[in-house]
Nanobody, 125 residues
Framework: QVQLVESGGGLVQAGGSLRLSCAAS????????MGWFRQAPGLEREFVAA????????YYADSVKGRFTISRDNAKNTVYLQMNSLKPEDTAVYYC??????????????????WGQGTQVTVSS
C-alpha cells in the first residue's frame, strides 16, 4: 500500500512558476514509477509527466514538454513537478500517482495503482 499526499498548488499569474510535491508513505517508494496527471473542470483526467522508479527516464505530454520537469528523491520518498511558463490552460487539479508496472512509458490512468487527493493549480491571465 502506498499513500500519496500532494502539496504546492496555488494561484499564479501566467508566465509564473510553481513546484508541486508528492510525499509517499511506505518503504517501497523507490520500486514505483511515478506520474502526474491533471483534471480541469468538465474534462477527463489527462497525463502530464512520469518518471521511472530509478529516476533515469522521464516522459512528458506534448502540452507541457519544455516547460515542466518531473523529478524524484527516493531518499525522501518524494516526487516533484516543477512547472514554469505557466499558462491559463494549465489550470486544473493535479494528481500524483504510483505505478508498479514494469513497462515504460507509463502515460495511461489504468497503469497506475495509487492516487493522491490532488492539489489545485490556478493560472490567471
Amino acid at each position: 500500500q502506498v499513500q500519496l499526499v500532494e502539496s504546492g498548488g496555488g494561484l499564479v499569474q501566467a508566465g509564473g512558476s510553481l513546484r508541486l510535491s508528492c510525499a509517499a508513505s511506505g518503504r517501497t517508494f523507490s520500486s514505483y514509477s511515478m506520474g502526474w496527471f491533471r483534471q480541469a473542470p468538465g474534462l477527463e483526467r489527462e497525463f502530464v509527466a512520469a518518471i521511472i522508479w530509478s529516476g533515469s527516464s522521464t516522459y512528458y505530454a506534448d502540452s507541457v514538454k519544455g516547460r515542466f520537469t518531473i523529478s524524484r528523491d527516493n531518499a525522501k520518498n518524494t516526487v516533484y513537478l516543477q512547472m514554469n511558463s505557466l499558462k491559463p490552460e494549465d489550470t486544473a487539479v493535479y494528481y500524483c500517482a504510483a505505478s508498479g508496472e514494469s513497462g515504460w512509458p507509463l502515460n495511461e490512468r489504468f497503469e497506475y495503482d495509487y492516487w493522491g487527493q490532488g492539489t489545485q493549480v490556478t493560472v490567471s491571465s
